[in-house]
């Protein structure tokens, strides 16, 4: 039986980063997508972006939808305040296992709750089971039509407040057409582009900042 590209992409970390060091991790993940087989992780040069990006909201409470393998997950929680919390979403059960290994390598894993199914589905449930009142901030890099959905289902739920940071990966490769044009026109965002490059390749690919304003009705 041959392994998965997630279970390679593990055994690399476990060979080559140290235990409870969230920098090794994310290098020897870029290292493995660099010179051994791609992955759709975030990557180096869109990672930094999000770097300066979670630095810049220095959120309490944040949520990741589409955990993978956990790379972004690693970079968003390594960059906490003391006592933040992130919930990560993952539909694939094969990936959410790794993601879960990779998470802990990295020392993080009280500070990450890693929940398994849609987000179509737990989304209305977070604040019941996860005692959540609003995110501080939102990083979106799961299937890209679920991006539109997956937001208007995030007011709905009223888990955005006033000035609440929407982070999407991908708008430009694979692409969201349908949810660019929504905060770039919406009222409700105060949006902006950072163009860059699709991970460990030469493809353009950018990432989109929307900040949310909050609702007109009083
Ligand atoms: O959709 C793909 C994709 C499409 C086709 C083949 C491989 C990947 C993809 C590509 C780059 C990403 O950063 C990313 O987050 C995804 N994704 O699946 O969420
Ligand atoms: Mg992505």
Not at 12 to 37: L, M, P, T, W, Y
Not at 79 to 102: C, D, S
Request: overall charge negative.
């Amino acid at each position: 039986t041959h392994s998965s590209r997630p279970q390679r992409l593990l055994r690399a970390v476990q060979k080559g980063a140290v235990r409870g060091d969230a920098r090794s991790v994310v290098a020897n993940i870029d290292r493995f997508c660099h010179h051994s087989e791609w992955a759709m992780n975030i990557g180096d040069e869109k990672g930094a972006i999000l770097d300066s990006v979670v630095s810049e909201v220095n959120p309490a409470l944040a949520l990741e939808l589409g955990t993978y393998c956990g790379y972004s997950t690693v970079r968003i929680a390594r960059l906490l305040p003391p006592g933040g919390r992130l919930i990560t979403l993952e539909f694939n059960p094969e990936y959410a296992a790794v993601a879960r290994q990779v998470i802990e390598w990295a020392g993080l894993e009280d500070s990450v709750q890693l929940v398994e199914g849609g987000s179509g589905d737990w989304i209305p449930q977070l604040k019941e089971h996860f005692g959540v009142q609003s995110f501080d901030f939102v990083f979106l890099d799961h299937w890209k039509e679920r991006y539109l959905p997956d937001i208007h289902l995030l007011e709905e739920c009223e888990l955005l407040r006033k000035g609440t940071v929407v982070l999407a990966d991908n708008v430009v490769c694979p692409g969201a057409p349908d949810y660019l044009a929504y905060v770039r026109n919406s009222p409700a965002y105060q949006s902006s582009y950072f163009q860059s490059h699709l991970e460990y390749t030469k493809a353009v690919d950018g990432l989109e900042k929307s900040v949310y304003l909050g609702t007109t009705d009083a």
